[in-house]
């Protein structure tokens, strides 16, 4: 399966959606004291706005309705069900999650030649009709350029940015991963194959074990210490190959769009990032090196950066309680 942590413009055919399937009877730490991460997902409904020309954009509100609003942008691959997750973690500090269908993932509809400097023009709606002003934000992987786009385009609207194993701009890859390279290669040279190899990866994700996808984004290297694939939990696993599969069900326009955008100059100035900007990433991060995290950190006027030993995503899992807890400091 193809590796991604943000990525480019796709086919934008449509087919039906997948649901969040039915409820699992496991638990899962995560999840509230009697639901778990599936259950979650299945109960959370998906509200749906008018963006720019009239398209769809959906999201999901998690943890707490009347708690500090914080938006959640997903990874690339990926979609609003991700933010099942943080539930437990946002119900229990009074934070109200806002996920997004970025466009042409999920339920938001595709919208070819979008850039990152287009993130506010979709992001606006969603806070609108949330009847928010402000947000904290939160980026896991492929959605942390889109955090920064939002920030530095709409800073009225943005209290400060966390970046959860975030892709980095060009310039500070030294050493870009291989399946990085090819995912921003096929993007731009040839759209349409990259479009056919996601409608095949996705048929495979939907009959396969939920491993077929966690591998993407672990070290697949499971210690003690719990860093590994074995460590994630069984829901969590089986929630994140159903995230993937929503991902791509009506669409892969989203992912080809943002290849294709990963791989070339961004189109927003890190300079005019002016808000805090907190940086978590793993030493073991196969999809981002941690090494462009520092860099990135480097650049950004108003930025820190922690390293902790994990993956991909086990740094998404494990810096729930931590991001979270900043961004409500952030807001008193």
């Not at 690339?76 to 229990?92: I, N």
């Not at 009225?156 to 194993?165: Q, T």
């Not at 009959?207 to 460590?231: I, K």
């Amino acid at each position: 399966m193809t590796q991604a942590q943000g990525s480019p413009a796709g086919d934008g055919t449509t087919a039906p959606s997948t649901a969040a399937g039915p409820a699992s009877d496991s638990d899962d730490s995560v999840s509230g004291p009697a639901e778990s991460v599936l259950e979650t997902a299945a109960a959370v409904g998906t509200r749906t706005v008018d963006g720019p020309g009239g398209r769809a954009v959906a999201y999901a509100e998690y943890g707490d309705p009347d708690g500090v609003p914080v938006l959640f942008l997903h990874g690339t691959p990926g979609s609003r069900l991700l933010g099942a997750v943080w539930d437990r973690a946002a119900r229990e500090r009074g934070v109200c999650l806002l996920a997004v269908d970025r466009p042409g993932y999920g339920q938001s509809d595709p919208w070819r030649g979008r850039t990152l400097a287009d993130t506010g023009a979709f992001v606006a709606p969603v806070l609108d009709d949330a009847g928010v002003e402000s947000v904290g934000v939160v980026g896991f992987s492929g959605g942390g350029p889109h955090a920064l786009a939002l920030a530095a385009t709409h800073s009225e609207r943005v209290r400060s940015v966390d970046l959860v194993a975030g892709a980095a701009p060009p310039e500070c890859v030294e050493s870009e991963p291989r399946p990085q390279r090819v995912l921003g290669a096929l993007a731009t040279r040839t759209p349409r194959l990259l479009g056919g190899l996601l409608r095949v990866q996705a048929w495979v994700a939907r009959r396969g074990s939920p491993s077929l996808v966690v591998s993407q984004y672990t070290s697949g290297d499971g210690d003690a210490a719990g860093d590994g694939v074995e460590a994630v939990p069984d829901d969590t696993a089986e929630l994140v190959r159903r995230e993937f599969c929503e991902a791509l069900a009506r669409s892969r326009n989203g992912v080809v769009t943002e290849s294709r955008l990963f791989a070339r100059g961004w189109d927003v100035s890190l300079d005019a990032v002016e808000c805090p900007v907190r940086l978590t990433h793993g030493e073991r991060d196969g999809n981002v090196p941690v090494d462009a995290a520092r860099r990135l950190a480097e650049r950004l006027p108003d930025a820190t950066l922690s390293v902790t030993d994990a993956d991909h995503l086990h740094t998404l899992l494990g810096s729930r309680e931590s991001v979270l807890d900043a961004q409500v400091s952030a807001a008193e």
